[in-house]
């Protein structure tokens, strides 16, 4: 049963930064947030996933709050590719369910 | 980075049917396959939870007798939807999490997508 709880859809300019947002308020002290997306008719593609601390890699950068009932997953620099729907993921459990994803549209 | 495979990625078969789908490891072994299942302009729902070498735990509502699974090897699990009807037309996804060095992330498979006429 999905833990999280995101906005249906949001739009971005491109080259602006997508800033997503997810309450996990359930979320177990030990237990990491995950964060994927996925491009119509295609396997979900891992972004990134974090326990406390902030995190970034390549794609994109997470940001957990202190008491880690919401985090943030921010795209830097949307591209049009970046148009997908963003899925956050209470892995609590060693389950990993799928809430209703935020549809993100990156405009030209 | 990991690969997971599956295959077909498309069938189309008659009611009545049954159809088996693979997803295979590509490059790490897994320890723990899921098996979602996806509806148009939907979420995916997890199915049930495989681990090589044990029954597969189901989700409540979702039939074990109708979807088989077996998960046989650290780099292979099946699911085969028996009997299939046309409300079973449906996308089909798998993913695996790697044994200890992976950080416990999940990959996924490209998808099947199972058309029942």
């Known amino acids: 049963d999905a833990k999280t709880t995101q906005p249906p859809s949001m739009d971005c300019a491109e080259g602006r930064a997508a800033n997503l947002p997810c309450n996990h308020s359930t979320i177990s002290g030990n237990e990491y947030v995950y964060w994927y997306r996925q491009i119509h008719s295609q396997g979900p593609q891992y972004i990134i996933h974090g326990l406390k601390n902030n995190e970034t890699n390549e794609m994109a950068s997470l940001i957990i709050t202190e008491d880690r009932k919401s985090s943030t997953l921010i795209l830097p620099h949307a591209t049009l590719r970046d148009t997908a729907v963003y899925y956050c993921?209470?892995?609590?459990?060693?389950?990993?369910?799928f809430g209703t994803g935020t549809s993100l549209t990156v405009i030209p | 980075g990991a690969v997971v495979s599956q295959h077909p990625s498309r069938v189309i078969c008659k009611s009545g049917t049954s159809v088996k789908i693979e997803c295979r490891s590509l490059?790490?072994?897994?320890?723990?396959m899921f098996w979602y299942r996806q509806f148009p302009k939907k979420s995916l729902m997890l199915m049930a939870t495989?681990?090589?070498?044990?029954?597969?735990?189901?989700e409540q509502g979702v039939e074990k007798d109708k979807f088989l699974i077996n998960h046989a090897s650290l780099t292979l699990s099946t699911l085969t939807v028996t009997s299939a009807h046309p409300e079973d037309s449906s996308f089909y996804i798998c993913s695996a999490r790697a044994l200890q060095g992976r950080g416990g992330e999940l990959f996924f498979g490209e998808g099947s997508r199972l058309t029942v006429l």
């Open positions: 495989s681990n090589e070498g044990s029954k597969a735990t189901y």
């Open positions: 993921i209470d892995t609590t459990g060693n389950q990993f369910y």
């Open positions: 490059d790490f072994q897994a320890t723990t």
